[in-house]
């Protein structure tokens, strides 16, 4: 029988003190209030002053509750009973349905050592060209959209995730709108895809510190899959969320801001995360799509930058196409030489000639004389925007970069593209 | 010492950070174990205050309880030296990554700790020193051949005072920890000396006659660099860059290509997968000097993002203490530190800890003194044996929203020598390597004429300003003369200062072959043309680009490569003018 513990001496935030003896750190604990019972974890001991912060929110919690130390660390099944089902913030179930315990793994599990990582060699194919001819998305990878309140991430995020050849999908959703939540749940069940994803879903109307939880017991449940083999793909919505979470307990805790009040172990906190982004020397491979919210547009804001360094690469969305400028794939290099041999070519040349496109608008608009060139440029520019760019777009690899020689063939002569003579012998078509 | 160990009480975790209530006697920086269960995970003091110690953990803290002993070893944190470094991938405190594998999988276990050399190796010994000699720290008494670098045997560089060589082993076959010599100190006791030897991480190791100024260049094969920004061998550079510039690109050719002897990589709070291309296509790349497999002359110290915050901090310093007892064999070492700014968040999450008063940015306030104590570990030094070595130490750096004007980069900018400052703007531009030719700078002389280089970066700079212009008054109202320096400045760019670090020709330039395209870059530049209109001008220098970025993937003056400068020089006797 464990010891109960009533001397609450502080409350602030939903963070709580007790006076206790023999508490572990990160260790959990039971509260007992009016309210019911909540789970709670030590994030500080200080002399037998035992800090935890509660997961459904210190509201309600009176001086006098019952604490109780579990003398266990957070854990989550990893059992293959989780498939199409859905979960909340606490790995508790959100569908009436019984809960499982079986195979229960610890979360925050150590990183994977370096040595045992393999380089990732798997295109993941999504049929959108702006991802997979300008940068290819690479089993493994760890990738978040960039972007606005409005912008059409969690669809892109769907429609990715339906698209993707992988055995498991996990969703992970920080204070996700509800209807988001029922949209995705739709899409993926419309596809037939629901019996192979799980959910931990953290709404916007849950208390804030349960969605702390959800990466980790998305990832630790990615972990147990891909060390069985599977190939999973992880889903994280939104990840800015995740942060203002983080910042709003540092504060509660009185920590030192180290940027627009968020912790200086920001950095450290979101690599935990996405470094669980892996390809195992013999066995399955995580892959993780994340969201993260740009607060006004702001690619500097300490959380998409902190992202952006983390991350390899990002796909920035922005009016609803993703910019070629701003996006970037680290992977691509690992698999876009074993495509096509014109596949780099024109992925560089597109994409200088873009930017010399956006060049020329730019003098347009100042109303200045278009040259020849500007009016080559001016074309390019549009046909580009319309025929690659849009999202709607929905062609494979091939015949993406077909196209791409069509438009550069239609727009300009052989020697003004940049590109190496003998892939111009071989692809310029001919008219 | 193992009966009387100092075992002291945790009374708090914080994060990585316990405070210890300690009786004993308490050394700052000292090394210790706290323990959890079967576990013994590694701390180091970095506070007394009263009769407190703050101690921060290289591991996870999760689990520990307030009353848990910490045992005090009395030993600074310290690396292991000796043979059979080279070659080897360590995380920060020196554990080999391959043989943790081995022995926990695919995670990494907290509190299991290796022995960083391999002890059943043997190692071919041919003695130096004879019975008898009068030896200091740091002498040599043999050496042994670690691939081809004659790696030294020394008397071990922390003790201190005079010794007498009382017998030296005979050449032949021994394992690291065998007796290699006996010495006798001034008080007369005796002393073994092995082919291992510790050396604390914080402090430089300072075994040598004179520090001597930078001047000869390190070929890194980048012509960005060599030709424009170029690094000597004992000097320091800086990358700063936003994300996605191409830091760790560059940063991965520097390190392929460099003429160095030893190349220390730390890979410090970085994404692991790069490490892992580095692991897994280095032993097959090779190097162009010795025609070896690359990973022969590098070492690998990887603590990446995920791994604890702690061991970060600790990581370069391991780094730069392998690159300086290479340098004591009279080798040009160099140290690549990707990123320093992770390096400078872990102690800003630190300093946090502490509640030290928050500098910039909340740095803490002696981040600059550190900094710039880290970098003045490079230089190019005289050794006492007449030698020279030298440690060359490349940093990069993540600015935070790419913006130059944050703590770590000022700091940085102040102490080193060569400044490459990757631009988004050019890495949108696909103009790779983004180094930027306007912002960038560097103190050391370069591999050519310097009246010639001025010249070249007077066009880019004059490029620059026209295009600003044209942007304001048109196309239409800049003189043709304008037009075509800028046009000028652009085929520099794209011929000279762009290369394609994925081709095996393009992406390393070694510097005779720089020489030759900085002249035949240069004649461009130089030569007078006439052009009736732009669009001429502007087609003439896209079909001039064209031939020369062709060129750059020939072999230098193979069959193809004397065609393609035919065309070359046809194509320029077209247009070019003589000048009255």
């Known amino acids: 029988m464990r010891k109960v513990y009533h001397k609450i001496i502080k409350i602030s935030g939903n963070v709580i003190t007790v006076e206790a003896e023999g508490a572990a750190y990160n260790e959990l604990a039971e509260v007992s209030s009016a309210r019911g019972v909540s789970l709670a974890q030590v994030i500080r001991l200080d002399g037998n002053q035992v800090s935890l912060q509660v997961f459904s929110g210190a509201r309600g919690i009176s001086t006098g509750d019952q604490i109780r130390f579990l003398g266990r660390e957070m854990s989550v099944s990893g059992s293959e009973a989780l498939l199409g089902r859905v979960f909340n913030g606490r790995g508790l179930p959100r569908d009436n349905r019984p809960e499982v315990t079986d195979e229960a793994t610890p979360i925050g599990a150590p990183s994977v050592n370096p040595a045992k990582r393999i380089i990732p060699r798997n295109m993941i194919r999504t049929n959108i060209p702006m991802i997979d001819v ?159 919210t740009m607060p006004g547009d702001d690619v500097t804001h300490p959380v998409p930058d902190n992202t952006g360094y983390i991350t390899e690469g990002q796909f920035y969305l922005k009016g609803g196409r993703i910019e070629p400028f701003g996006s970037l794939s680290r992977l691509k290099q690992q698999v876009n030489g074993r495509t096509r041999s014109d596949h780099r ?32 440029l001016l074309k390019y520019g549009k046909r580009f925007e319309n025929e690659m760019m849009d999202l709607s777009v929905n062609i494979p690899l091939e015949k993406a970069l077909d196209l791409g020689w069509e438009i550069l063939a239609d727009c300009f002569d052989r020697n003004e593209v940049g590109i190496k003579t003998d892939l111009i012998e071989e692809f310029w078509p001919e008219r | 010492m193992e009966e009387n160990k100092i075992l002291e009480p945790i009374v708090g975790v914080n994060g990585n950070m316990i405070t210890v209530e300690y009786s004993g006697r308490i050394m700052q920086n000292e090394v210790a174990y706290a323990s959890v269960g079967d576990a013994r995970i590694k701390c180091e003091v970095i506070r007394v205050r009263g009769k407190y110690a703050d101690l921060q953990v290289f591991e996870s803290t999760n689990g520990l309880k307030v009353g848990d002993l910490v045992e005090f070893t009395g030993e600074l944190l310290s690396v292991e030296l000796g043979p059979g470094l080279l070659t080897q991938v360590y995380d920060g405190l020196q554990n080999p990554l391959p043989q943790l594998a081995e022995k926990s999988g695919f995670f990494l276990q907290r509190g299991i700790y290796l022995r960083a050399l391999d002890r059943e190796k043997r190692w071919d ?25 004659r790696h030294y045997i020394m008397v071990p560089l922390r003790w201190r005072g005079k010794y007498t060589l009382e017998s030296v082993a005979a050449a032949g076959e021994y394992t690291i920890d065998d007796c290699m010599a006996q010495v006798i100190d001034e008080n007369g006791d005796r002393h073994q000396v092995t082919m291992t030897q510790h050396w604390p991480v914080k402090i430089p190791i300072t075994d040598y006659a004179e520090k001597l100024l930078p001047e ?91 791994m604890p915050v702690s061991a970060r901090e600790a990581s370069v310093y391991t780094a730069v203490t392998l690159a300086e007892y290479y340098r004591q064999m009279g080798l040009n070492t160099l140290l690549l530190a990707d990123s320093t700014s992770r390096w400078a968040q872990a102690l800003r999450e630190m300093s946090g800890r502490l509640e030290e008063i928050p500098g910039e940015e909340a740095f803490p306030a002696y981040l600059e003194s550190l900094i710039a104590s880290f970098y003045e570990r490079a230089g190019l030094v005289k050794l006492r044996s007449g030698e020279t070595g030298s ?91 304008d037009f075509i320096i800028y046009l000028k400045s652009e085929f520099l760019d794209y011929t000279y200062l762009q290369q394609n670090t994925f081709d095996a020709i393009d992406g390393a330039t070694p510097a005779e072959r720089q020489r030759t395209m900085f002249n035949d870059v240069y004649r461009v530049l130089t030569s007078a043309f006439s052009f009736d209109e732009k669009e001429a001008a502007r087609k003439f220098f896209l079909e001039l680009r064209q031939l020369f970025t062709d060129r750059n993937y020939m072999t230098l003056d193979s069959a193809e490569y004397r065609e393609q400068s035919a065309l070359i020089e046809k194509l320029i006797s077209t247009r070019s003018r003589k000048d009255a």
């Not at chain 2, 280095?282 to 993002?305: A, E, H, K, V």
Request: hydrophobic share 40%; with cysteine; charged share 20%.
């Open chain 1, 134 to 292: 300008f940068n290819t998305l690479v089993e493994s990878q760890k990738l978040p959209i960039f972007s606005v309140a409005g912008e059409p991430y969690n669809e892109l995020l769907a429609r990715i995730a339906l698209q993707a050849e992988v055995d498991v999908i996990i969703l992970g959703g920080m204070g996700l709108k509800y209807d988001d939540y029922l949209i995705f749940k739709r899409t993926l069940d419309e596809h037939g895809a629901l019996g192979r994803t799980v959910m931990f879903i953290h709404t916007a109307a849950d208390p804030v510190v349960e969605c702390l939880m959800v990466p980790d017991m998305s990832l630790a449940v990615a972990e147990s899959y891909a060390l069985k083999g599977k190939r999973v793909l992880v889903l994280l919505t939104d990840m800015t969320n995740f942060a203002d979470a983080l910042k709003e307990i540092a504060v509660t805790m009185e920590q030192i801001p180290a940027t627009r009040g968020y912790p200086g172990d920001l950095y450290s906190q979101l690599a935990g995360r996405y470094e669980k982004a892996v390809d195992f020397d013999s066995a399955g491979s995580i892959t993780i799509l994340a969201v993260t």
């Open chain 2, 391 to 481: 440690i060359t130490i490349g940093g990069s750096v993540s600015p935070a929203g790419g913006n130059f004007e944050e703590p770590v980069t000022q700091a940085t900018l102040k102490v080193v020598g060569a400044f490459l400052g990757l631009s988004r703007e050019r890495s949108d531009a696909r103009r790779y390597p983004a180094i930027h030719p306007l912002d960038s700078w560097s103190k050391y002389p370069s591999i050519v004429d310097k009246t010639q280089l001025d010249y070249a970066r007077g066009v880019l700079h004059r490029g620059s300003e026209v295009n600003q212009m044209m942007k304001v008054i048109g196309e239409e109202g800049t003189a043709m003369e």
């Open chain 2, 216 to 306: 000869k260049p390190l070929i890194t094969c980048q012509r960005t660099i060599d030709t424009f920004f170029p690094v000597a061998t004992g000097g320091t550079f800086c990358t700063p860059g936003p994300f996605g510039a191409g830091k760790t690109v560059l940063q991965h050719a520097i390190s392929q290509n460099a003429e160095a002897d030893v190349v220390v990589i730390a890979a410090c709070g970085e994404r692991a997968g790069e490490v892992v291309e580095i692991l897994r296509e280095y032993p097959d790349l090779t190097d162009p000097r010795t025609g070896r497999s690359l990973m022969d002359r590098s070492i690998i110290i990887c603590n990446t993002s995920s």
């Open chain 1, 345 to 376: 070519a024109i992925m560089d040349a597109m994409i200088r000639l873009f930017s010399d496109y956006r060049s020329t608008l730019e003098k347009q608009s100042m109303g200045f004389r278009m040259s020849a060139w500007d009016e080559k």
């Open chain 2, 125 to 149: 010994f041919s003695p130096l020193a004879q019975a008898g000699d009068q030896v200091v720290p740091g002498d040599r008494i043999g050496f042994v051949m670690e691939g081809v670098v």
